[in-house]
């Protein structure tokens, strides 16, 4: 079974440009939830869906962090303008929710941003 | 009371020893807690995840020990292989804002040495 699948997989680009980064989430699964991992803060949320809204978007740092999900099978979370201090590594999760039960998310690989 | 903290920071067991990492949280309403393992360049995998009603579950040389009163809980590593160096999370997980919402441990670097 295919896991969740994030595009690119590095992006190096210079200061102000938009990144834009992709996540296809497990089949099946209704929850996605985007997180950015640095040695300095850890793992940290910054927004989730389910069945395609935006839930919970209080971890976005500021304006210029921005995510969709147009369909299940598809989330973004663009930044614009990009700065330096925006460099991570930017993971996309899954899982699925069900009533009453606690289930494990899926990541997936990441995509470590580089900006210049 | 939304925080996990997790020790040791980093470890070094030698191969086939037994590696332990802990962590404890304060928020009573969590009611799951999994442990992730992540490698260089790849992102967290789940490896094995209990919930507060039993004390203990074991998936080959993984254990989870849960200690609801303490508020504890931790992962041991039996027989630690090479293989097994890389970085391992503990998180707490409840319902909240309508999703299940983890808070991550801060990551413990195991380096098993051959």
């Known amino acids: 079974d295919a896991g969740v699948i994030q595009s690119p997989r590095h992006e190096v680009t210079e200061m102000g440009q938009e990144v834009t980064l992709r996540c296809k989430p497990i089949?099946?699964?209704?929850?996605l939830f985007w997180y950015r991992q640095t040695m300095m803060r850890g793992l940290e949320l910054l927004i989730y869906?389910?069945?395609?809204?935006?839930?919970?978007d209080s971890g976005m740092p500021e304006d210029r962090f921005s995510a969709k999900m147009p369909n299940a099978s598809f989330s973004t979370l663009k930044i614009q303008p990009s700065e330096p201090r925006d460099s991570a590594v930017y993971f996309c999760?899954?899982?699925?929710?069900?009533?009453?039960?606690?289930?494990?998310?899926?990541f997936g690989d990441g995509t470590r941003l580089s900006i210049l | 009371q939304q925080q996990v903290k997790q020790s040791p920071q980093s470890l070094i067991v030698q191969k086939g020893g037994i590696s332990i990492i802990n962590c404890a949280y304060e928020?009573?309403?969590?009611?799951?807690f999994p442990w992730y393992q992540q490698f260089p360049g790849k992102g967290p995998a789940l490896l094995i995840a209990?919930?507060?009603?039993?004390s203990e579950k074991k998936e080959g040389r993984f254990t989870i020990s849960f200690n609801k009163s303490a508020k504890q809980f931790s992962l041991h590593i039996m027989d630690s292989q090479p293989g097994d160096s890389a970085t391992y999370f503990c998180?707490?997980?409840?319902?909240?804002?309508?999703?299940?919402?983890?808070?991550f441990g801060t990551g413990t670097r195991l380096k098993v040495l051959a």
């Open positions: 999760a899954s899982s699925l929710l069900r009533g009453g039960s606690n289930q494990p998310q899926h």
């Open positions: 089949s099946g699964h209704n929850s």
């Open positions: 869906f389910n069945n395609n809204v935006p839930i919970d």
């Open positions: 928020n009573t309403a969590f009611d799951y």
């Open positions: 209990i919930r507060p009603d039993v």
């Open positions: 998180a707490a997980s409840k319902f909240a804002s309508g999703t299940y919402k983890y808070i």
